[in-house]
């Protein structure tokens, strides 16, 4: 994890906590590698987000 998934900053630079509460509820905008803004689609059973160079995430 280099990057903040909701905000895309560097998780070093600046505080990233209302950002961890809000990834807990919600998909993650940017690749926590790349920072590329993933592809996410939300469903009732939870989300996928996907990276074009690092593939999909999925929760729910
Ligand atoms: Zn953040
Ligand atoms: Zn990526």
């Not at 070093?12 to 990834?23: D, I």
Request: aromatic share 4%; glycine share 10%; with cysteine.
């Amino acid at each position: 994890m280099t990057y903040c998934g909701r905000c895309g900053q560097t998780l070093t630079e600046g505080n990233h906590a209302s950002c961890a509460q809000a990834l807990a509820l919600e998909p993650p905008r940017y690749c926590a590698e790349c920072r590329r803004r993933m592809i996410v689609q939300v469903h009732p059973m939870g989300w996928t987000a996907r990276c074009s160079v690092h593939g999909v995430l999925t929760a729910g």
